[in-house]
């Protein structure tokens, strides 16, 4: 009874949960990221986006006001810390709660909120959880009031600024553009290579055929790192260079060896006798190839048209080699390494912000086509 058709075994639950557990380790990176991006810059630095819901505790400064009031031969200054435009800069329009505070900036934390710390020569202050303070001070403050560091537990803050940041840069839309005639030529071109070369690899016989498809699958495992530089000489001895011309090229020899390998796979797959009954009728290579194999083997163009897609709108290190560095031909992730997260080092949330605004295209072509996906890499597997 245990071996009943249709009936599903034991292993099926485990299957499952493995699936799901499998699902859940590759979202949470991008879950992280998308909490992040609505995150504010300093909310990101103090704490991991999981604590995103909960209040977070920011160390920040700011200086008393200087209106002093006399009072038993001394000076008293009152007021709210979070009124000094520089405290308020850490917390925007919600303030938190002040948990402790110092003078220094070695100890920003040396006192208690509430408490009343003696800063020596009759010198006296102290802030309340809500901002409020008492400076005494024996001598006139002047025009500077008392610089404070302390730490407060900010409420959790979320916001669009970082999409404006990123949207809203210099030259974002040229740089979209730029990305577009990048993506689209070094999609579309090796495509149209790689097609006629797995139809002669697959159903034409010639000499030296078979070393042609061992060089493709040892193409695959060479680094493109190593052919950057021989490229790129090659590219400036023919009069390209560093162009959109030139990227093209790039982008079309790294693509070719799994283009070919993958096309080549699928086309072997076709039924012999399509192809033979049309040659028998007459038909030539050239109309078996565009009237019978091209149309049955849109799966695996499909494909490959989502991995070079993907490859090219991500790429940075290509770019970098083969496009110029003016304002004017920078794609969208040089323009973001250099421009945004250039001028702002580690600010994890512009990071984040760009990581999703880069992928909105990607994602659009991926599941638009990813019902081909399966189909063409699984294509060839078995007869």
Not at 333 to 343: E, Q, R, Y
Request: glycine residues 8%; negative net charge.
């Amino acid at each position: 009874m245990d071996n009943i058709a249709g009936q599903k075994t034991g292993l099926a639950w485990a299957t499952h949960i493995s699936v799901l557990l499998l699902v859940l380790i590759w979202l949470i990176p991008t879950v992280g990221l998308l909490i992040s991006s609505f995150r504010d810059r300093d909310q990101i630095s103090a704490s991991g986006w999981w604590e995103a819901p909960f209040a977070v505790e920011l160390t920040a400064r700011g200086r008393t006001s200087a209106e002093a009031v006399p009072e038993g031969g001394g000076f008293v200054i009152t007021g709210n810390i979070f009124d000094d435009e520089e405290a308020a800069s850490y917390f925007g329009a919600s303030p938190g709660a002040v948990v402790a505070f110092g003078t220094r900036g070695a100890a920003p934390t040396e006192f208690e909120a509430g408490t009343v710390a003696d800063l020596g020569d009759g010198e006296s202050l102290s802030i309340n959880p809500d901002g409020t303070y008492r400076w005494v001070t024996p001598e006139e403050p002047g025009s500077r009031g008392q610089r404070v560091y302390f730490a407060a537990n900010s409420p959790p803050k979320f916001t669009l600024d970082n999409y404006r940041t990123v949207l809203a840069a210099d030259n974002m839309d040229r740089a979209f553009i730029n990305t577009l005639t990048v993506t689209i030529p070094a999609t579309v071109i090796p495509i149209l290579v790689a097609a006629f070369a797995a139809y002669a690899l697959a159903w034409m016989e010639f000499p030296g055929r078979g070393l042609l498809i061992a060089a493709v699958v040892g193409l695959l495992v060479v680094p493109l790192q190593l052919a950057l530089v021989p490229m790129l000489n090659f590219h400036n001895a023919i009069g390209v260079g560093q162009s959109f011309v030139g990227i093209w090229f790039a982008h079309t020899a790294f693509g070719m060896p799994l283009a070919v390998y993958l096309l080549r796979n699928y086309m072997i797959g076709l039924p012999r006798d399509i192809i033979e009954c049309a040659k028998v009728d007459g038909a030539t290579d050239f109309q078996v190839f565009t009237r019978i194999v091209l149309p049955l083997s849109f799966p695996a163009l499909a494909a490959f048209a989502i991995f070079q897609f993907l490859w090219t709108w991500n790429d940075l290190l290509v770019a970098k080699v083969f496009l110029p560095s003016s304002d004017e031909a920078k794609v969208m992730t040089v323009k973001i390494a250099d421009d945004l997260l250039g001028s702002r080092g580690g600010d994890w949330g512009i990071l984040a912000t760009a990581a999703f605004v880069s992928i909105a295209v990607p994602l659009v072509v991926f599941f638009t086509m990813q019902r081909f996906l399966v189909r063409g890499l699984l294509a060839g597997s078995v007869k």
